[in-house]
């Protein structure tokens, strides 16, 4: 079975502190994706990690990704207020066609 | 450059009425996929469509849902004889078939 599993799932941190959202995924990947959803918005892609190793960063945010580990993460630098919102990584497995499969969202809140 | 055009953005319907959603994919992009998302849940692929043609429709319920994406006009999720359980935010996103997807703002389905 796919699965993508994405902890934590409620986050609430001080603005200017640093923090990681893990994101693991149960079998052989193609491409793994950051997504980010504002509440009643859609979602913007932030990251496309395309193989073993890859870093991506802007702003605040860097995204990394270890296929042997079949992880991802997510990490937030110096967090502001405007980085409140959910988190979603999305995993492309091989043999699943071109439907991606979603964690279910990691929400952060940034509190001055 | 028009982004994915979803509407309507907001859908009341009572039970057993049909629901049909519409979307339009960004210019150039011929491949058109179907998510759902329940509250506090990650997006559930449910159907990915090119011109005239269903790829892959493995996260269709089998009854009452029926997608399109027709030579002309924009794709269209229908769902017969709507329940409760039907209430969710339906996202489009369309590609070229290489690239990232491209989300809509979805629709909001409530059944009354």
């Known amino acids: 079975e796919l699965k993508v599993e994405q902890n934590p799932l409620f986050l609430s941190m001080q603005e200017g502190k640093n923090y990681t959202i893990y994101c693991n995924y149960s079998t052989t990947s193609d491409r793994l994706y950051w997504y980010r959803q504002d509440p009643g918005k859609s979602l913007e892609s932030l990251f496309v990690l395309l193989s073993n190793g890859a870093v991506k960063q802007e702003g605040r945010l860097m995204a990394s990704l270890d296929t042997k580990a079949r992880l991802s993460t997510l990490h937030i630098t110096a967090a502001v207020h405007d980085l409140s919102a959910t988190y979603f990584c999305?995993?492309?497995?091989?043999?699943?066609?071109?439907?991606?499969?979603f964690g279910k969202g990691t929400s952060l809140l940034v509190t001055p | 450059n028009a982004g994915v055009m979803q509407n309507p953005r907001h859908l009341v319907r009572r039970r057993g009425q049909e629901a049909r959603l519409r979307c339009s994919p960004m210019k150039g992009h011929s491949h058109v996929y179907w998510y759902r998302q329940l509250p506090e849940e990650g997006l559930k692929f449910m159907v990915y469509l090119q011109k005239e043609n269903i790829i892959d429709e493995s996260g269709m319920p089998k009854e009452r849902f029926s997608a399109e994406f027709p030579k002309e006009g924009p794709s269209i999720l229908r769902i017969q004889q709507v329940v409760r359980g039907d209430s969710a935010a339906y996202f489009c996103?369309?590609?070229?078939?290489?690239?990232?997807?491209?989300f809509g703002n979805g629709t909001r389905l409530t059944v009354t």
């Open positions: 999305a995993v492309e497995f091989m043999n699943s066609g071109y439907a991606l499969n």
């Open positions: 996103a369309s590609s070229r078939g290489d690239s990232p997807l491209h």
